[in-house]
């Protein structure tokens, strides 16, 4: 059973295109965990992670964050 999800973000239409529209959600608390401008992007992420990666280092290579706190969460989203 996968640990993680994409999916299209929720946003009005009326409000100016997101950046980076598609997230990465993770199943166990339903939260997401970065957001990517391509679906593939994101699914490349997931599948990485559920090999083993380590996400942090595996977003950090990808340049979505500048650096994960000691805690494990992601910081420069």
Request: charged share 30%; glycine share 10%.
């Given at each position: 059973?996968p640990?993680?999800?994409?999916?299209?973000?929720?946003?009005?239409?009326?409000?100016?295109?997101?950046?980076?529209?598609?997230e990465?959600?993770?199943?166990?608390?339903?939260?997401?965990?970065?957001?990517?401008?391509?679906?593939?992007?994101?699914?490349?992420?997931?599948?990485?992670v559920?090999?083993?990666?380590?996400?942090?280092?595996?977003?950090?290579?990808?340049?979505?964050?500048?650096?994960?706190?000691?805690?494990?969460?992601?910081?420069?989203?």
């Amino acid at each position: 059973m996968p640990k993680y999800i994409v999916r299209k973000r929720k946003w009005p239409e009326s409000f100016p295109p997101l950046k980076r529209p598609w997230e990465l959600i993770r199943l166990a608390d339903g939260k997401p965990v970065s957001f990517f401008a391509t679906p593939e992007e994101a699914q490349a992420v997931a599948k990485e992670v559920e090999k083993g990666a380590d996400l942090g280092q595996k977003l950090l290579q990808t340049g979505l964050i500048k650096g994960v706190h000691r805690t494990g969460t992601a910081r420069g989203q």
